[in-house]
Structure formats: C-alpha cells, structure tokens
C-alpha cells in the first residue's frame, strides 16, 4: 500500500521560516501531480500548492510570494519552502497526489506559527 510521511513541522515565531518535506513509496512523487494540503482547527482540508510532473507549480493566493513547492531532482521527495510565516498558517500539513483518487493520508506534520 502506498505510504506518505510528511515531516519538518514545528512550532515558529511569526516571520520565520520552514521547510516542510513528504516523502512517498511506489514512485508517486514521480509519477502524479503532487500537492501540499494543509487543515486548520475546526476546518476542512485545503489545497495549499501543487506542482505536475513538469514542475509547473500553483498556489492559494494566500501563500503567493510566500511558500514554494518544489521535488528533488530525482523526485523522491516533495518539499514546501515557507517563509514570512504567520499566524494563519497554523496547520497540519499534508501532501497527497493534487487530485484524486489519492493515495491513503499521512499523519501530517503540525505548523504552529505563534508570538
């Protein structure tokens, strides 16, 4: 069964920055559209970023100019660059295929971004 771990969540100070990793069995990464889905409290999951098999990326407008998407060259490992962090970004983290049928959810990694 494919499997997907997220992992580089912490808590941050407002303006910081992290970078958020996924990898995935079965060659995934390679193969699909990947995305980054993030879920706050009390809210649904949503689609935070994506990037297809050419490395065309696509964001939420509320992370434009701030976070990036990104694969390893070899495509093995799926990253979120995020920077200028702010409060609205307390989340836990995903990534998944950007559409589906999706590959069973990961545990997510928590983003705690407070002063």
């Known amino acids: 069964q494919v499997q997907v771990v997220e992992s580089g969540g912490r808590s941050v100070q407002p303006g910081e920055s992290l970078i958020l990793s996924c990898t995935a069995s079965?060659?995934?990464?390679?193969?699909?559209?990947m995305a980054w889905y993030r879920q706050q409290p009390g809210e649904e999951r949503q689609l935070v970023a994506t990037?297809?098999?050419?490395?065309?990326?696509f964001y939420r407008q509320a992370v434009k100019g701030r976070f990036t998407i990104s694969k390893d060259s070899t495509a093995s490992t799926l990253f979120l660059q995020m920077n200028n962090l702010n409060p609205a970004d307390t989340a836990v983290y995903y990534c998944?295929?950007?559409?589906?049928?999706?590959?069973?959810w990961g545990q997510g990694t928590q983003v705690t971004v407070s002063s």
């Open positions: 079965e060659n995934i990464i390679k193969t699909y559209a």
């Open positions: 998944n295929k950007a559409s589906g049928p999706f590959v069973p």
């Open positions: 990037i297809t098999i050419g490395n065309t990326p």
